[in-house]
């Protein structure tokens, strides 16, 4: 199951424009964000360690972001 809260994802459904929102549609939408935001932790925190660091800032996530 989802680990995202599911309201604020029919929110952000809605704000993209649907009327109503299943919550098949949810759950669907927060597995997609949950692997992307995991692929894009893992890009930034080599980011990281390639700059010296263990400590994840914005700008990893910034570039990890621009590499996908």
Known sequence: MSK????PLGRI????????VSEDAKV???SF????ATE???L??????????K???AEDIVVAYKEL
Not at 44 to 53: M, T, Y
């Open 33 to 36: 964000l949950e692997e992307q």
């Open 28 to 30: 669907e939408l927060s």
């Open 55 to 57: 400590t994840l800032k």
């Open 4 to 7: 995202l809260p599911l309201t």
């Open 40 to 42: 894009i932790t893992k």
């Open 44 to 53: 930034a925190l080599n980011n990281a360690k390639e700059n010296g660091r």
């Open 13 to 20: 459904i809605k704000n993209g424009g649907a009327e109503r």
